[in-house]
């Protein structure tokens, strides 16, 4: 192996394709000495024969393979084994899912370093980091404080938490966390002191590991301070990898330069591509620059231009330079268009019939236009999905995170849970048992009988419908604090008029409820999870094929039911009187009513031919996702929000960027990484769309205020295709 590569280009340049042919030329390299040495043995040996451990080829050359994201990491690690014929398949992993793997397979080498209670780590989800980390801290978190904070209690918590991801992340130890913050904070912008954060991230990080518990901040802290510095992990990382493959290092955390540099002084080799019209994440941990200091270790690549099939190759400095001195008289060509409105609402009723009618009438397909916002809030994606569904023609949401409660079926399965087990009555009531009702009964398990017409793997109707069901919830369904219950449909006096498909399939669900509750009294149930499984085996799924979206919110579901009985499981063994098992069913389903929990299952891409839909995305998931269409359609134009990128930074970022670790950040500053990053979203965007963007603007934004952002003079500069003075 030869040297270092460090590659350097614009989105889609080819940057990733030529890491592909390095790691090739790699495995080419390691192929040649190996069948030399086969050869120069084969000669020696006698009878031309070998012992059989001779013969064994390298499953995976010692290479680790990085990429910047989780779908970026499958497409790279799919790349290389379509490249490779399959003979070197590798483990691609993230920065974190790799310090994790780590973390987790040199345990007890940290339970030794940390002189740590001997239990196998338990990773916590984000939203049970912040639950726990708001019961650890509530004693001293009082309403003064929360007033001087400026935020409420949930915000608060998860900016602390926050700050310790972020110094994780650039490598700093929990422990100089307060330091920096006096000296970034000089103004003191939340009012409080730094060492009473640093204080309670402290108590929270010895918490955790106490009880064996890990989050990324931990996870990451862990891999960089006890870790990499330790002599004896330190040569098992040698000996296993010989080779580092990264690529888009300017969305890597500071402490992945400290893992690289750390190879190269060792021997190994790297390739690395970085892209300076990216750094998507930067503000939530990733450290560009900081990583572009490797650059001095290589032989540098440079990757020319903008790629020839983009309008980036002949717009993107122009419109850079439009954007940041609007003074200049400039007018756009036509491949950059505009929609304007007066109100939002009009706007994306417009966009919606520019894109029906530019598909219908065959000028671009489905799949080949993306709808691209600053911030996608419920209005606009309802709006957009509803208006072109009417029309035919599907919308794909990219990476969209709904929470768990808004799905009805999993309503239905918290109400089921709050009925059978005792205490949980408050969090029942009329409506939710009517909403139970209607989705427990709309497979055949709850009626005991196929309709005629309908065979066993279609979804069927509801056998109880709405109306059916209030009635029934308003006769007989009664409230009580401990034991909730369900009367049999005799109860109501009018019980004739619920028919017979409704009144069996209510009897069926009644009888089931009773078993069950009598099974919990005798303790013959071994978990919430068990019921909840039970229950999806008999109302829902019972042979038939659920809808992929019901399919993937009672997988996370069951996911997120695990996890939360493993985290109460662990605490239960430390701290016995800590939580009660009713109490815990409790805090669930209120979790999960919070909305905090959201249904993003695998596999995130589909199987088979990609699915002829529209793109909807923001401008933080297109970006990441690093897709490329004909058409973009960049929504709100003139929200402000375009210099920010669609992704809030998080508190306190800038202070823990290498370069400038602890400066204090001024509104000079932030005006000029503002300046910057919207430079580069309009390079990399441009970038990604071959034929034609649309800027849709409109006058007013949702909340009445005018619209005046940065790419206002984009808007100016171009010729309007539809406004409201031309609209019937």
Not at 126 to 150: C, D, H, M, V
Not at 256 to 283: I, K
Not at 352 to 380: F, H, M, R, T
Not at 507 to 517: C, F
């Amino acid at each position: 192996m030869s040297h270092s590569v460090w590659i350097v280009g614009t989105s889609r340049s080819g940057k990733t394709a030529r890491l592909i042919e390095q790691f090739c030329s790699w495995v080419q390299t390691e192929n040649k000495y190996i069948e030399s040495f086969y050869t120069k043995n084969l000669r020696q040996e006698k009878g031309g024969h070998l012992p059989k451990f001779l013969y064994l080829r390298p499953t995976e050359p010692g290479v680790l393979v990085l990429a910047a994201n989780d779908d970026n990491r499958r497409e790279l690690g799919d790349k290389i084994v379509t490249n490779t014929l399959g003979k070197y398949p590798v483990r691609a992993k993230t920065p974190l899912g790799f310090f994790q793997d780590e973390v987790i397979l040199f345990w007890p080498l940290l339970i030794r370093l940390l002189n740590l209670k001997a239990q196998f780590p338990v990773r916590l989800r984000p939203e049970t980091e912040q639950e726990l980390a708001t019961k650890l801290w509530r004693s001293q978190l009082n309403e003064e404080i929360l007033r001087l904070a400026g935020v409420n209690e949930s915000r608060f918590i998860r900016r602390i938490l926050d700050l310790l991801q972020l110094a994780a992340y650039s490598g700093t130890p929990c422990e100089d966390i307060a330091p920096i913050l006096q000296k970034g904070l000089q103004e003191n912008a939340i009012n409080l002191e730094p060492e009473f954060l640093a204080s309670l991230l402290l108590d929270w990080r010895n918490w955790c590991l106490e009880r064996g518990f890990l989050t990324y901040g931990i996870i990451t802290e862990l891999y960089s301070q006890y870790l990499l510095s330790d002599r004896n992990y330190q040569q098992h990382l040698t000996k296993r990898y010989q080779a580092v493959l990264a690529d888009d290092v300017d969305d890597y955390p500071g402490v992945a330069r400290q893992l690289f540099d750390l190879l190269l002084d060792q021997g190994a080799v790297g390739a690395f591509s970085y892209n300076p019209n990216g750094a998507v994440r930067l503000g939530l941990g990733a450290d560009p620059d900081y990583l572009e200091g490797l650059a001095g270790r290589c032989h540098i690549e440079t990757l020319t231009g903008f790629p020839s099939d983009s309008l980036a190759d002949r717009l993107a400095i122009s419109m850079v330079e439009l954007v940041t001195e609007p003074m200049g008289l400039y007018s756009l060509p036509n491949a950059i268009q505009s929609i304007l409105t007066t109100s939002r609402a009009q706007l994306l009723r417009q966009t919606a019939e520019v894109i029906a009618n530019a598909i219908k009438s065959g000028q671009v397909e489905p799949e080949q236009v993306v709808i691209i916002a600053p911030g996608l809030d419920a209005i606009a994606r309802y709006t957009l999905v509803e208006i072109l569904v009417k029309q035919n023609i599907l919308v794909e949401s990219l990476n969209d995170q709904r929470p768990l409660i808004s799905s009805p079926v999993i309503r239905a399965l918290l109400t089921m849970l709050a009925l059978v087990y005792p205490g949980l009555g408050r969090l029942v009531d009329r409506d939710a048992v009517a909403e139970m009702l209607v989705v427990l009964s709309g497979r055949e398990g709850a009626s005991g009988r196929v309709e005629e017409g309908e065979n066993n793997s279609s979804p069927h109707h509801p056998k109880i419908d709405p109306v059916r069901a209030g009635l029934i919830a308003d006769y007989c369904f009664v409230p009580h604090p401990d034991s909730p219950n369900l009367l049999p449909v005799s109860t109501f006096e009018r019980w004739d008029r619920i028919g017979y498909a409704a009144t069996t399939a209510y009897n069926d669900i009644l009888q089931w409820l009773e078993k069950q509750r009598s099974q919990q009294e005798l303790r013959l149930i071994p978990s919430p999870i068990s019921l909840l499984d039970r229950a999806i085996q008999h109302f829902l799924w019972n042979g038939s094929n659920l809808p992929y979206d019901q399919l993937a919110a009672l997988r996370e579901l069951l996911e997120t039911a695990q996890h939360y009985w493993e985290i109460d499981t662990r605490l239960r063994q430390i701290d016995p009187l800590e939580t009660t098992p009713h109490a815990t069913i409790n805090e669930f389903i209120q979790l999960l009513r919070r909305g905090t929990i959201t249904a993003n299952p695998y596999p995130v891409r589909p199987i088979g031919a990609a699915k002829k839909a529209v793109t909807l995305a923001t401008i933080f998931q297109y970006r990441s996702s690093r897709r490329f269409h004909r058409w973009h359609f960049w929504l709100d134009a003139g929200s402000p929000l375009w210099a920010k990128g669609g992704a809030a930074t998080l508190f306190g970022a800038p202070f823990f960027l290498q370069e400038r670790l602890g400066e204090p950040w001024t509104a000079e500053d932030e005006k000029l990484a503002e300046e910057q990053r919207l430079r580069r979203i309009l390079a990399d965007l441009l970038s990604r769309v071959s034929e034609k963007v649309y800027l849709c603007h409109s006058d007013l934004a949702v909340n009445g205020q005018e619209q005046l952002g940065p790419l206002l003079s984009l808007v100016n500069a171009c010729v309007s295709v539809v406004s409201e003075a031309v609209v019937t």
